[in-house]
């Protein structure tokens, strides 16, 4: 009998998780979902992540924690978010939606939950194309968890390990698109802007880089289509 | 002017911790305090932890979170904690109360706030003497982390980096609390007891070998002092 192969996803509700999930989903594992709850100033891509576990057959668990020390626009409010930049300005330097060590942070908690699911693999769908400047996303940071893992958790030290799978990490937007849209990804459901309005700003850098994606993909956006036909 | 080195410590409000926090603090560091609330079942320790930063000096932040996986007696009210375990019971094996992954969430939370805070070094006082078994106390756990450090952080890439020390890692629970008598650690205000009664219940794990450390540093615990006065 063929053993199943269990995998933790970090399912942020946005279009990079959700096609990570599909991914490890065609891959054959059977997927658990881990949704965080850090206090994200708009709360919808909670929502669309659990939507996007439901209907892709998958359980999920939110754990929800706060960084009292803040650092990052995208949970302090207080801190304005970039609005309207410029594709080149985006792509330099940190910004200032950064979070602090927040891969590590996902990532621990993935360990923790596949060491007691006893999964072989945690699917991140961090990628380094469209995102530069965040040094967690990159292979050399997913290659160094390895060491952390084998020696760190009772079944790295039985030898038996838990994979770290980034399978976009050298992906540009437009490319994971085109692997979604061959996975079938729900893209209606998820959520990519950085307000938390009904409908997606299309000025922050989330929007922004998420439209450049679909237009070089050549595919219309499901979750703006309505926006073209008014 | 000698810049300060500041330093965040891993603070659970047990011997152990609280030792490294005197240590730091000798060592010259500037030390920021970061206590945690993950539902242990007895939250004196957490009430300890603050006295202690407070008695020490310094600032201290709370984060707070749940492992709905649950997968350890330590957070799981429905799993029996054990009790009168002889010593080498104890030491053999990796006990129910071992949550997994612990140590790398906890240090993954320190890993933010020291970005934030612009700190050097992280303390923990974890040690592999006297608590067999636990994959994330050896020295080998924390020098996997260096990499995770220097690749995964703005300050790592940098160059400037992170040290994680953990200076009572080779030592047993007896030479720990000599140090600690000598840095002054008011032992008095740690908490240790798995249970969370009014007095410690001296019959957990780590109850007895809190009792075998002092012992056999032919010290009286400040804590227990009453009962035997009794």
Same mark, same amino acid.
């Given at each position: 009998m063929k ?18 999930l ?6 054959g ?27 892709a057959?998958?359980?999920?668990r939110?754990v ?7 650092g990052?626009a ?16 985006i792509?330099r330097g ?5 979070v602090p060590?927040?891969?590590?942070i996902f990532l621990?908690?993935?360990l923790?939950y ?6 072989d693999?945690i699917f991140i ?16 940071y997913f ?11 009772? *079944?790295?030290v039985?030898? @038996?390990?838990?994979e $770290?799978?980034? =399978? /976009? #990490?050298?992906?540009?937007k ?30 922050c850098?989330?929007?922004?880089l *998420?439209?450049k994606?679909? @237009?070089?993909?050549? $595919?219309?956006? =499901? /979750? #703006?289509?309505?926006?073209d036909?008014?």
């Amino acid at each position: 009998m063929k053993k199943i192969r269990k995998a933790v996803v970090l399912l942020s509700g946005g279009l990079d998780s959700t096609t990570a999930l599909y991914q490890a989903r065609e891959w054959g594992f059977q997927c658990f979902c881990l949704i965080f709850d850090y206090g994200q100033r708009q709360r919808r891509e909670i929502e669309a992540a659990k939507r996007i576990a439901r209907r892709a057959g998958c359980r999920y668990r939110v754990v929800s924690f706060r960084l009292p020390w803040g650092g990052s626009a995208l949970i302090d409010r207080r801190r304005a978010l970039p609005r309207k930049r410029s594709l080149e300005e985006i792509s330099r330097g940190i910004p200032p939606t950064y979070v602090p060590s927040r891969n590590t942070i996902f990532l621990s908690f993935a360990l923790s939950y596949a060491e007691v699911m006893a999964a072989d693999s945690i699917f991140i769908g961090a990628h380094v194309m469209d995102s530069s400047g965040y040094p967690d996303c990159r292979p050399e940071y997913f290659q160094a968890w390895k060491r952390v893992v084998e020696v760190g958790t009772k *079944r790295g030290v039985e030898g @038996r390990g838990i994979e $770290i799978v980034a =399978p /976009l #990490v050298g992906k540009s937007k437009a490319e994971i698109i085109k692997l979604g849209v061959r996975l079938k990804v729900p893209y209606e459901l998820t959520w990519s802007c950085y307000q938390g309005g009904r409908e997606p700003c299309l000025k922050c850098d989330s929007c922004l880089l *998420r439209a450049k994606g679909f @237009r070089e993909a050549g $595919i219309e956006d =499901p /979750l #703006v289509r309505g926006e073209d036909e008014g």
